[in-house]
């Protein structure tokens, strides 16, 4: 089944100690994006990638990391996170083309809380 | 930054009625795409209308694009209890990013 799968789905830590939330897609697909999500404020891209190491800021890249070593994974990493990063986080991919190809597929979300 | 505005921000129908949900943004399009989502949960894609389309029908979805007005609206007919959820507009733009721009969103109720 072509699907788009985070882990973990639920996570609540603590300020400053660093996590890793995974994103994995099956479908070869070449972009890959994470959303967050907050009340009155939707969803806003935090970073992108176009392909295997070539990776860029979104619109609220600040206390967030990523990589792309594979095509198919692209983590998202909080190297020391804040409350303020309490949110829901999703994942896309899509294939890089025109038309039609811009349709993103999303993750389930990981609900994040930072205490 | 939200690109769009979804009106209304909130529709309570009953079964068997349609609904209409509008969307406006505010920079040129490639194109524009329709996601529905349940309850905190993840988003479904329903429809991509590009640029130089002006209606899309898929199943009981039907969009129109008014690039002029740089206004969407998503009608779904015949809806059913099942349709409940919130549902979005997301832009995408001429730069390289792709990132998609999401409105506020509409929160649909329909009562079965």
């Known amino acids: 089944e072509a699907q788009v799968t985070q882990n973990p789905r639920y996570l609540i830590t603590v300020t400053g100690k660093k996590l890793t939330v995974t994103c994995s897609q099956n479908m070869n697909h070449e972009y890959m994006s994470w959303y967050r999500q907050d009340p009155g404020l939707g969803l806003r891209q935090i970073y992108y990638?176009?392909?295997?190491?070539?990776?860029d800021k979104g619109d609220v890249p600040e206390g967030y990391k990523v990589s792309r070593k594979e095509k198919r994974n692209f983590p998202l990493i909080l190297e020391s996170p804040s409350p303020n990063q309490t949110s829901l986080y999703f994942c896309a991919s899509s294939l890089l083309g025109t038309g039609d190809t811009d349709t993103q597929y999303f993750g389930p979300g990981t609900r994040l809380t930072v205490l | 930054s939200q690109q769009g505005e979804e009106d209304p921000q909130a529709l309570s129908i009953q079964e068997g009625e349609n609904a209409t949900m509008n969307c406006s943004y505010k920079t040129s399009i490639n194109n524009l795409q329709w996601y529905r989502q349940n309850s905190g949960r993840g988003l479904v894609h329903l429809i991509l209308i590009r640029s130089n389309e002006r209606e899309k029908h898929s199943g009981r979805l039907r969009v129109t694009l008014d690039t002029s007005k740089k206004s969407s609206s998503l009608l779904i007919t015949a809806s059913r209890a099942a349709d409940t959820a919130s549902y979005f507009c997301?832009?995408?733009?001429?730069?390289?990013?792709?990132?998609?721009?999401f409105g506020s969103g509409t929160r649909l109720q329909v009562q079965p």
């Open positions: 997301a832009t995408v733009g001429y730069t390289g990013r792709r990132a998609l721009t």
């Open positions: 990638s176009m392909n295997v190491e070539v990776t």
